[in-house]
């Protein structure tokens, strides 16, 4: 069968090396000291195969040659790092939004990392009571701190907040009725769902009120035989402005009592620091609602609390000690990981200022603007080193970051970033270029532009995106 270049299919086929001759090749020999042997073979024999099924397909692949044996090593590299890289990687937030659910959420505090590392490399006494020597349980460790820092009389830690409002709601209510505000019945996103999770809870979800007001003699109205709790949901993704009406906590509270009924609040990101001396508008605290007299409340522990994932549920001792007799607990429950990571980050809050200093999501949301000013144009120099005389356009801008987690929506934390424009590259090119690179560096467009906000970035970041656009400049947009 003769062929363009006048040698038959089965010759070409030949010229093929087999999977032993590529994998004696000396920068394939090298991959092995690295890379389990198998991803290695595994990347080999792809490469080939691939090679051999565009020589066999002409009508296919028209200009397929045989290739190089360092075209295939090349290629067998670049597959063989493909295969062994990590599925989950760190990368660059350039955001600005500090809780990024996408991203990770919070990032730990060097404490608490050094903690994991104690707790996991040796065994402990995560279910071991050492004073009585027998069986203890995994509950008590982050309760003790999470009473002493907030006042409340009992705490349970689960998996996440979501989890700790299923387990709540589940514990106390099911089969019977809970009432919200039609106000409060968010979606959080990831299809967390007030009413969802209400249904899938078991107890039955009575609205009142209407979107924008809910008054106190709408929850008092709706109370009936099958009345089991009042539920405050923070709002946490999204603002009600204008003609607007909650009932206080303090109110629903006196109600519930007069009625012999149960308040629970799920507060999302559920502070532990007043964030208003930040600039931030008022957030409910955790202490605030356990001092309102609320029977329970939950939050997140990798929002604003700035720790591992959980959901903290705190409250009355009764109410703590059925939640830690239904049998979800089980399902929900929190690792030795989580523990160890929580009680650090905890710790941190004893001193608040400390707390502020050391746990990077507090840390970066009470970051003085002008040293993110400064941050900025050092960064916006630097890259104009890396790109020389190029038609990109760098410049330092005012903007705004996000707390994110669904914590305070509204855009009220003044930042500066870096935004990047070129006649060569246009914006989504350039998101495109630095989302590919290795770590991935993720900014946001506006107005055409490519930016960076300097407040989320971390120790190393900003010499990863400087090497990237010295990257940028010798490449041609794809
Ligand atoms: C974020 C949030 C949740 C879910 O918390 P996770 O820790 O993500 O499970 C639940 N309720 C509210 C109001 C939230 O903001």
Not at 16 to 23: F, Q, R
Not at 84 to 98: C, D, K, Q, S
Not at 207 to 223: F, K, P, S
Request: glycine share 6%.
């Amino acid at each position: 069968m003769p062929n363009n270049q006048g040698t038959t299919l089965q010759d070409r086929l030949r010229q093929l090396p087999s999977v032993d001759e590529l994998l004696k090749h000396p920068d394939i020999h090298d991959l092995l000291s690295g890379v389990a042997r198998k991803i290695v073979v595994d990347s080999v024999r792809e490469v080939l195969e691939e090679a051999r099924r565009h020589l066999l397909s002409p009508h296919e692949h028209p200009l397929a040659a045989v290739p190089s044996i360092s075209e295939l090593v090349q290629r067998a590299s670049v597959l063989c790092a493909q295969k062994n890289a990590f599925t989950l990687h760190p990368l660059v937030n350039a955001t600005g939004i500090v809780v990024h659910t996408n991203l990770g959420r919070s990032l730990l505090a060097e404490e608490a990392v050094q903690r994991l590392q104690v707790v996991c490399r040796s065994y402990s006494n995560l279910e071991y009571d050492v004073a009585k020597g027998r069986r203890g349980s995994r509950y008590v460790h982050a309760e003790a701190i999470l009473r002493e820092i907030t006042g409340a009389e009992a705490a349970l830690v689960v998996n996440n907040n979501a989890a700790a409002v299923l387990l709540v709601l589940n514990t106390l209510a099911k089969g019977q009725e809970v009432i919200v505000s039609r106000g409060q019945l968010v979606e959080i996103g990831g299809s967390f769902r007030i009413p969802d999770v209400m249904a899938a809870s078991g107890a039955i979800l009575r609205e009142v009120g209407c979107t924008n007001r809910t008054h106190l003699y709408d929850y008092e109205r709706a109370i009936g035989e099958r009345t089991r709790l009042l539920m405050k949901v923070h709002c946490s993704n999204y603002r009600l402005v204008g003609f607007t009406a909650e009932v206080a906590l303090e109110d629903l509270v006196r109600l519930a009592r007069r009625h012999n009924l149960l308040v629970a609040e799920d507060l999302g990101s559920g502070s532990l620091v007043d964030v208003s001396p930040v600039g931030l508008p008022q957030e409910p605290t955790a202490q605030q609602a356990v001092r309102a007299g609320v029977d329970v409340v939950t939050f997140s522990g990798d929002k604003l609390l700035g720790g591992p994932q959980a959901g903290i549920i705190l409250g009355r001792k009764e109410i703590i000690a059925l939640c830690k007799k239904n049998p979800l607990t089980r399902a929900l429950r929190v690792d030795k990981m989580t523990l160890a990571a929580l009680e650090a980050t905890l710790r941190l809050y004893r001193d608040e200022p400390t707390a502020w200093r050391r746990i990077p999501t507090l840390a970066m949301i009470a970051r003085p603007l002008a040293s993110l000013k400064d941050q900025a144009l050092q960064l916006a120099q630097r890259i104009r080193e890396a790109v020389g005389i190029t038609s990109m356009n760098v410049q330092v801008m005012e903007s705004f970051s996000q707390v994110g987690g669904g914590a305070l929506p509204e855009r009220n934390l003044p930042t500066y970033v870096v935004a990047v424009s070129s006649q060569r590259w246009s914006a989504n090119q350039l998101e495109k270029f630095f989302r590919a690179n290795n770590p991935p560096i993720i900014g946001r467009i506006e107005s055409d532009r490519f930016l960076m906000d300097v407040r989320t970035l971390q120790n190393g970041d900003p010499d990863i995106i400087v090497q990237a656009f010295a990257r940028l400049a010798t490449e041609e947009p794809q």
